[in-house]
């Protein structure tokens, strides 16, 4: 696990693009956080750090659930905030792109259940002030794990705090 201390809107948007930078194929990214913390714009960012054209401007697919975005790898950007459970979930066939072959950022992923895939990262993010935010990174599984390391060091070149 790992804190960090994004101060700005400016630092929100390095920590998105190195996560960007750092993702591959199958890769799952669940952001965890109440309404306004941040998740959409974070997930923007990771947009721009898989190299996803600026006409393709990322929105939050609360209405459409999932949107779908060219990269250097795929972008999958699910919200599941109008759903109520597994159930939900499954009939909406989002699954097809949570187990996908590209990047697949999930936002309210806690509507998943049990169906969240064993192989993921966990971002919490939580307002610590107008634009700053507390920020958890968990990784679940050997993909993101062997990757922490160096996430951390990414993190502290862009001067991002990482707390211990």
Request: hydrophobic share 40%; charged share 25%; glycine share 10%.
């Amino acid at each position: 696990m790992m804190r960090l201390v994004l101060q700005s809107l400016r630092q929100t948007g390095d920590l998105g693009r190195i996560l960007g930078r750092m993702a591959e194929r199958g890769d799952v990214i669940l952001l965890h956080g109440a309404l306004g913390a941040g998740k959409t714009t974070l997930a923007r960012s990771i947009a721009s750090g898989l190299d996803v054209p600026p006409e393709c401007y990322v929105t939050s697919p609360s209405f459409s659930l999932m949107l779908e975005y060219p990269g250097r790898m795929p972008l999958y950007h699910i919200d599941c905030y109008r759903l109520r459970g597994e159930d939900d979930v499954e009939e909406s066939g989002l699954m097809d792109y949570i187990v996908a072959d590209g990047l697949t950022v999930v936002e309210w992923p806690d509507r998943l259940g049990g169906l969240v895939p064993a192989e993921h990262l966990d971002i919490r993010m939580d307002q610590a002030g107008e634009q700053a935010r507390k920020v958890i990174v968990t990784p679940h599984g050997r993909r993101w794990l062997e990757r922490m390391d160096a996430l951390k060091a990414a993190c502290g070149a862009a001067s991002i705090l990482v707390e211990n």
